[in-house]
C-alpha cells in the first residue's frame, strides 16, 4: 500500500529556508508511472499547488513561488523534497506532498501533511 | 492563470437529501477537473477526477458531472460522514495547477 510522509521543522525563523522531506513507501518514485508534488494550506484557508517532480527531476512550480521554491529528488532513498527561501509569515501553512495521477495532474495519494509555522 | 470558482460557499443539507456543489473555471478546462474531499484535521482525500471518474474507494453516491467550465458534485443521499470542506481543482492547463476555495458542506 502506498504511503507518503512529510518531514521536517515545525518552526523557521523568518527570513530563512523551509525544508521537508516527503518518504514514499510501498511504491518507486523512480518507476516512471507517476509525478510527486507539494501541495500547502494556510490556517483555515484552501489549497495552493506548489509544484511537483517527475523521477528525470523534471520540476514544475507555481509560478507566484517559483523565485523561493526548490523540489529535488533521491531516488536512491525513494524521497523528494521541497526548499522554501526567504519565509515570512505567510508561508505558515500545513504542506502536504502527494502523488499525481496516472491520466492527469490530480493528486490521488496524499501524505498527512505537516504544519511548518514561521516565526522568530 | 485559471480560476475555480465554487459555489455554495457553505450548504446545509438534512441527512438521506440531495446535495449539489457547484464549479465554474474561467476557462474552459474539458474534463480535466477533480473533486477532493476534507474533513477537520485530515489531509484531502480524491473523489472523482476526469469530471465523472470515481476514484477507488469513492462511495457510489458521489457523482461528478459538467465540462468545460461548469461542474457539479452531487452526493445522492447525504450522510453524517459526508460533512466536510469539498474542493474542486483544475489540471487542463498548468502551471498552475488550481483550486477553489472549498464548499463546506453540513448537515441539517
Known amino acids: 500500500q502506498l504511503q507518503l510522509q512529510e518531514s521536517g521543522p515545525g518552526l523557521v525563523k523568518p527570513s530563512e529556508t523551509l525544508s521537508l522531506t516527503c518518504t514514499v513507501s510501498?511504491?518507486?518514485?523512480?518507476?516512471?508511472?507517476?509525478?510527486w508534488g507539494w501541495i500547502r494550506q494556510p490556517p483555515g484557508k484552501g489549497l495552493d499547488w506548489i509544484g511537483s517532480?517527475?523521477?528525470?527531476?523534471?520540476?514544475d512550480y507555481n509560478p507566484s513561488l517559483k523565485r523561493r521554491v526548490t523540489i529535488s529528488i533521491d531516488t536512491s532513498n525513494n524521497q523528494f523534497s521541497l526548499k522554501v527561501n526567504s519565509v515570512t509569515a505567510a508561508d505558515t501553512a500545513v504542506y502536504y506532498c502527494?502523488?499525481?495521477?496516472?491520466?492527469?495532474?490530480?493528486?490521488?495519494?496524499w501524505g498527512e501533511g505537516t504544519t511548518v509555522t514561521v516565526s522568530s | 492563470e485559471i480560476v475555480m470558482t465554487q459555489s455554495p460557499a457553505t450548504l446545509s443539507v438534512s441527512p438521506g437529501e440531495r446535495a449539489t456543489l457547484s464549479c465554474r473555471a474561467s476557462?474552459?478546462?474539458?474534463?480535466?477537473l477533480a473533486w477532493y474531499q476534507q474533513k477537520p484535521g485530515q489531509a484531502p482525500r480524491l473523489l472523482i477526477y476526469?469530471?465523472?471518474t470515481r476514484a477507488t474507494g469513492t462511495p457510489a453516491r458521489f457523482s461528478g458531472s459538467g465540462s468545460g467550465t461548469e461542474f457539479t458534485l452531487t452526493i445522492s443521499s447525504l450522510q453524517s460522514e459526508d460533512c466536510a470542506v469539498y474542493y474542486c481543482?483544475?489540471?487542463?492547463?498548468?502551471?498552475?495547477?488550481?483550486f477553489g476555495q472549498g464548499t463546506r458542506l453540513e448537515i441539517k
Open positions: 481543482q483544475q489540471y487542463n492547463n498548468w502551471p498552475p495547477i488550481t
Open positions: 476557462q474552459s478546462v474539458r474534463t480535466n
Open positions: 502527494a502523488r499525481l495521477g496516472w491520466t492527469g495532474n490530480y493528486m490521488d495519494v
Open positions: 517532480i517527475y523521477y528525470s527531476g523534471s520540476t
Open positions: 476526469g469530471a465523472s
Open positions: 510501498g511504491a518507486s518514485i523512480s518507476s516512471g508511472t507517476y509525478f
